[in-house]
């Protein structure tokens, strides 16, 4: 990626600004104190950006240093030694380059993996097809501790969100395992991104504006910085610094549709710069395909009626990975689509 291909060049409303606003911070939260602490602290994130960073988490600083590390060895390794690795149209699951996000592509490399290995998703976005499909991982040779470390990082940070799920599920009011159910045959993946060094970085983005999916989303950031949110308030892209040793949690769309919009599942993106590339390992958790995503019956009253109807998690997700081959003409599903 030497030079900025035009398919890497974004509308002119989504190319960054050079200047950006550092005043605005999300907030830190300290997770070996006080429950009620945590859980007053979390809401009130959750509420105003749906986004915060957690410290002592319990996830070992070695390990994660590790799997950076693994993570940064493998993505040095010549082009066609990764593409041993690539996905296809058969298995989603490996490595790629060409990701695009609102039909724009990604100035990137990707290495996705499933947190459990098999998962099973539906075969096809059709709403009356009810055929499943097996995805599995496919593993790099090298480097050597890739699938290890891998596994026990993505073992530990599965541990992480089910703990911040269930604070959040504390902080709506209801019961902390709440949700628990929904993750036994969980479809989470962790995906490892390399941001190479862009030639110009006032045109292209890492990842274009989106929002996650799942119920959250537990990311660990190097040092370079590049990730930004959206403020609700006024649209400002705010820069998300990194802290060594934090995770950045954000919200997905399941929490929206769940809370029924007491949180939304914020906007963000990635900007690039010219000289250094940047590593970021996101780890998405996602509910089993079978889930079906509605408001909580305990958030919902004559005041505040449901917002969303019913839909289907497994076939959400099949209908928007149909976009990442290829640049498609119509625009990706989104929750709103499922707005009463
Ligand atoms: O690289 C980052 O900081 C965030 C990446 C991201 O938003 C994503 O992969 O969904
Ligand atoms: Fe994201």
Redesign the pocket.
Known sequence: MAEVDPAFIQPTEFRPKVKVIEADEIPVIDLSGNTNDIVLEIGQACKKWGFFQVINHGVPSELRKRMERVGKEFFDQPMEDKKLVKRDEVNPMGYYDSEHTKNVRDWKEVFDLLVKDPSFVPASHEPDDEELRMLTNQWPGYPSEFRDTCKEYAGEVEKLAYKLLEFISLSLGLPANCMHGYFKDQISFM?L?Y?PPCPSPDLAL??GP?K?GGAL?V?S?DDVG??QIKRKSDGEWIPVRPIPDAFIINLGDATQVWSNDTYESPE?R?VVNSTKGRI?I?FFFFPAHYVMLKPFEELVNEQNPARYREFNWGKFFATRNRSDYKKRDVENIQIRHFRI
Request: glycine letters at 12%; zero cysteines; proline letters at 6%.
């Open positions: 995906r991104n941001y890492g990842v989106h996650d989303t990311l950031q590049g990730l963000h990635v970021s996101p």
